[in-house]
C-alpha cells in the first residue's frame, strides 16, 4: 500500500509543477496580446501553440463581451483552483497510505 501512497505524492507533485507552467503560458500569451508580436517569432509560437488547446474551449463558450477576452483570466482561475484542491487532497491520501 506505501507504493501507492508515494505514487500519488509523486502525482501530486507533477501535477503541480503543470499546473503552474500551464499558468505561466497562459499568463505570457496575455502579455503577447497587449504587445502585438511578431507572429513568425518561434518563441511566440510555441506560447501560442501551447495555450490555444486551454484557451479555445474556453473561449467558445464565453458569450462575446465587446472584445473583451476573459479566457486566460478563467484557465487561470481553474489552474488555481486545481492547484488549491486537487493537489493537497493527492498529498493527504498519500499520508494516509504510507
Partial sequence: MFMLGYFLQALAG????????????????????????????????????LSEPMLYPVRRRLPFLGGLDLSPMLVILAAIFLDNFLVPSLQRIALHLL
Fill in 14 to 49: 507533477v501535477l503541480h509543477v503543470v499546473l503552474m507552467a500551464a499558468m505561466l503560458v497562459v499568463i505570457a500569451r496575455a502579455v503577447l496580446s497587449w504587445v502585438s508580436p511578431d507572429p513568425y517569432n518561434p518563441i511566440v509560437r510555441i506560447i501560442i501553440q
